[in-house]
């Protein structure tokens, strides 16, 4: 049994815990439970309450003495007696059901909806009738005074079937395109059905006319909601006879009073999911609603949240069994969940002994699994010099790190740090000073770290006061009684460096500015050392002087801007200076390389290559050569070969060579004929 707490409200999961298979024997059992202690603790309310793959839906009956759900696979029906607290009988369906109904007290009359079509009637000693309605159906709904069977599915009409005639009635004609759900008030019987449109249809099944139309689609859209798409009904539920909840596809569950067109109360789950599932609880007035993924409890007048619970598994039903605390899901898993919560109301009659039970854990309650051990990660290991326990017996990997056993915790860090008990003595005896401290009457000091910007901090807030003192509005918050800011002045770390370069330009006028406030800072010093911490400092105004000081500041704020400039630029060349000094003091040894005879000397890069190329055999470094062009290998006449090898050219060489190309490209294309320059005699001189 695991409990968990939210908002001071305990619930008690009973069937969390590993089950036994059936066909292990009793003496295995014992055994099992002897060796394993989540199987002695678990509780085990109703046995094999659960299904072989998924379980869809859940109902109590009207006598609360039998528990009916339905799921797959194969699909099913179990039904179970909870006086025997065992299963009473299972029924195998030909296909799966889509919803059911228990139509008597007890199980004796039970009608299912499945998916393709039919509608199975079932009595006390199984299988009675089988029917089946024309489109797809998606919920129905029965009419006690009538008799009447209201199917709505994938169709405009609202198909009837009586089953005192045994025979369809005329259908109900709607506007809308789909319906989803559907359900009829216990109190005057009004039919109202839930549509894919986002709308709420209203029928009187007297006179078979339609009696009203809300638009909850345009209802659950407000501003804090985001909606990717157009909202429709997928859950419906009366309450009494004015009230009514409608959950949508979104995931808002709306409360509506029949009299008014607005609803009362919008609650969203934030999840985006259809809701699945809407039950009253009247003693406390709250909506239990549920989703795919969560279940929550809230109230239903002020909508403020109860509590809620998340299931390991997604969620396709919820039943609350009546007049009591327990709760029971249908979800996407073999086993069924069954919550006890005692602050809805007592447990059932037949388990009254939950009430015992958690009356003596709340008398007693145990330590947690965890309070014998210490959470560490890897740096810690290492920091404590254990990591080499890392893959053994002592550390339980968990998450980014492991758990470790609290005592060798202790342990670890007394022989890694032995005088850390008395730093953490003075750390406390100093924070039992400084409480006792603050208790006194106390000078407005200012703090250790950034005591010019706390200063400048200061002053804004006077001059900001006077003028909300002017214009009669309300005084914003200091950053320094910020508890977002505090760590700001009491961590060095955060230490505004005024000689960085980035400071200096982006804050030209701090220089002068500066000066005033560390006068101002030597005044509240000497103050403090004079008064021990039994006056107040008032808070003086700024004179006119200082104000007409800070109005020539702003007037000559590029000149200030141009000197900073000016003096890093000159810090910057005297450390290039001293740089320079440095390097000529300090000497250069000579490194020196012999080169081999027969070898010019050409750069250590060629010499590389040649290693490389002097590993290689005769046939790869000809295959080289013939690639790079600079071999040629042909057959001559005789019947020899012949290669001739291309001596490469040097980078210098290639530049050389393109410049003069390009040269006598330019000259050609410049050059002009003389042609018609020539004299007409032909002979002589060209020129005359």
């Not at 085990?44 to 799921?71: H, W």
């Not at 345009?218 to 009904?233: F, K, M, R, Y």
Request: include cysteine.
């Amino acid at each position: 049994m695991q409990v968990s707490s939210l908002n001071e409200v305990k619930i008690y999961s009973l069937s969390a815990g590993r089950s036994l298979p059936e066909w292990l024997s009793d003496r295995k059992k014992r055994a099992l439970q002897k060796k394993d202690v989540d199987i002695r603790r678990r509780i085990e309310l109703i046995q094999d309450f659960e299904m072989p793959t998924v379980s869809t839906k859940i109902k109590v009956s009207r006598d609360g003495q039998y528990i009916m759900a339905v799921g797959t696979y194969k699909p099913r029906i179990r039904c179970f007696d909870t006086y025997q607290l065992s299963q009473k009988f299972e029924r195998c369906l030909d296909s799966e059901v889509v919803t059911f109904e228990i139509l008597s007290d007890d199980y004796s009359k039970i009608v299912f909806l499945q998916c393709d079509r039919f509608v199975e009637f079932h009595s006390q000693h199984g299988h009675y009738y089988r029917t089946r309605i024309p489109k797809f159906g998606r919920d129905f709904s029965y009419h006690y005074p009538s008799c009447d069977l209201y199917f709505v599915g994938a169709s405009s009409e609202v198909y009837r079937l009586n089953l005192e005639q045994g025979r369809f009635l005329n259908s109900l004609q709607t506007d809308a395109s789909e319906s989803n759900v559907c359900d009829i008030n216990p109190v005057h019987f009004l039919f109202a059905m839930g549509t894919a449109e986002g709308k709420v249809e209203c029928w009187d099944p007297r006179t078979r006319n339609r009696v009203g139309l809300l638009d909850c689609a345009l209802s659950s859209v407000t501003a804090d909601t985001e909606i990717d798409g157009l909202p429709s009904i997928s859950a419906l539920k009366f309450d009494g006879a004015l009230n009514m909840a409608v959950g949508t596809s979104t995931g808002q569950v709306l409360l509506y009073d029949l009299r008014s067109s607005n609803p009362l109360i919008v609650k969203d789950h934030h999840y985006g999911l259809p809701i699945k599932s809407i039950q009253f609880q009247c003693q406390l007035d709250l909506i239990i609603s549920a989703d795919s993924r969560i279940i929550k409890m809230w109230n239903k007048d002020t909508g403020k949240i109860f509590t809620s619970m998340e299931p390991e598994y997604d969620i396709n039903d919820v039943c609350l069994y009546p007049n009591s605390g327990m709760l029971m899901t249908a979800n996407e898993a073999p086993k069924m969940n069954i919550y006890y919560i005692p602050v809805l109301g007592p447990a059932p009659k037949w388990c009254s002994f939950l009430d015992n039970l958690t009356e003596e854990l709340e008398e007693n309650p145990e330590s947690t699994v965890y309070d014998d051990y210490k959470f560490v990660t890897r740096k810690d290991l290492e920091n404590l010099g254990l990591a080499h326990l890392i893959g053994s017996s002592l550390l339980r990997a968990y998450m980014h790190g492991f758990f470790m056993d609290i005592r060798l915790y202790h342990k670890a860090k007394m022989m890694a740090n032995p005088f850390a008990y008395e730093e953490y003595r003075r750390e406390k005896i100093r924070q039992k000073i400084e409480e006792t401290r603050a208790q006194r009457v106390q000078l407005k000091k200012l703090p250790k770290v950034n005591k010019e910007l706390a200063l400048k901090l200061i002053e804004e807030e006077g001059e900001e006061q006077q003028v909300t003192r002017k214009r009669k509005q309300k005084n914003l918050p200091s950053l320094l009684k910020d508890d977002r800011f505090k760590v700001m002045f009491e961590n060095p770390d955060f230490q505004v460096d005024e000689q960085s370069e980035e400071f200096r330009l982006l804050n030209p006028l701090v220089s002068k500015i500066s000066e005033k406030r560390k006068r101002k800072l030597k005044i509240l010093e000497e103050l403090e050392a004079q008064e021990q911490e039994e006056e107040e400092e008032p808070e003086g105004k700024a004179s006119d002087a200082e104000s007409s000081e800070s109005s020539d500041d702003e007037k000559g704020w590029v000149e200030e801007v141009r000197k900073q400039r000016k003096l890093l630029r000159q810090e910057e060349k005297v450390k290039r200076q001293e740089k320079f000094k440095e390097d000529q003091q300090t000497l250069l040894k000579p490194q020196f390389f012999e080169i081999k005879e027969g070898e010019e000397f050409r750069s250590f890069k060629d010499s590389a290559k040649k290693q490389k190329l002097m590993k290689k055999t005769l046939g790869d470094r000809l295959k080289l050569e013939e690639k790079l062009g600079t071999l040629s290998v042909s057959d001559t006449t005789v019947g020899s070969k012949q290669a001739t090898f291309k001596l490469k050219k040097s980078e210098q060489q290639k530049k050389q060579q393109e410049a003069e190309k390009r040269h006598r490209q330019e000259r050609r294309t410049l050059r002009r004929s003389a042609s018609h320059l020539k004299s007409k005699r032909g002979r002589g001189r060209l020129f005359h």
